[in-house]
């Protein structure tokens, strides 16, 4: 194995502690879940155990994301395609689901369970916003309106109205966003042309 190939699974031990703490969850929890025996996932975060794919397929369908993020694989082919979810400090997670230049932009959010007491940081720019909840309770906070949307429900709006997007005490909240520039808005269609 070359020395890239090395260093990439020497950082997988870390990483898989970081996640596992990040959630709140303790070994023989995690072991519970994906079959792990608790000696070897506590090997395998140490970095005393070399990962093997049997093992890394459960850890990483648990944790919710993919091998490549799991093991922090080195970056392949055109970058603008390139879509691995971004973690964020506070526990959310962005997946970018286009990257063409220009033109709208798509994501998907996931926001973990959040405090009702949370006081929102309102931001305004250019574009247009869309958001369509998939699944949780999502918060926005759009000018002076507090609106609370559930799974199918959906919000379009100019971004240069002060918002903000965040979750509820219910649990996470799952959401597609899609991004334009001013004036670029998502068209809907209700009956065919």
């Known amino acids: 194995m070359d020395e890239q190939g090395e260093t990439t699974l ?3 031990g870390p990483r898989l502690k970081h996640l596992r703490l990040r959630r709140d969850v303790t070994l023989t929890q995690l072991a519970e879940a994906t079959g792990i025996s608790t000696s070897t996932l506590s090997r395998l975060e140490a970095g005393l155990r070399r990962p093997t794919l049997e093992q890394l397929l459960p850890l990483a369908r648990y944790y919710g ?4 993020s799991l093991v922090d694989a080195p970056r392949t082919g055109d970058p603008r395609v390139d879509l691995r979810p971004m973690s964020c400090g ?9 990257r063409r230049p220009g033109g709208i932009q798509a994501y998907k959010f996931v926001l973990p369970a959040g405090s009702d007491e949370t006081v929102p940081d309102l931001r305004s720019h250019e574009g247009f ?5 998939l699944n949780g309770t999502l918060r926005l906070v759009l000018g002076d309106q507090d609106l609370l949307l559930g799974p199918a429900e959906a919000v379009e709006f ?3 109205t002060p918002h903000w997007f965040g979750s509820t005490s219910r649990g996470p ?8 520039r001013q004036g670029e808005r998502t068209h809907l269609r209700a009956t065919p042309r």
């Open 10 to 12: 020497e950082a997988v």
């Open 65 to 68: 994301v993919t091998l490549d």
């Open 90 to 98: 506070d526990g959310s997670v962005i997946i970018p689901l286009t």
């Open 129 to 133: 916003d869309w958001a369509y909840v």
């Open 158 to 160: 100019d971004t240069r």
């Open 173 to 180: 909240v799952e959401y597609l966003s899609l991004i334009g």
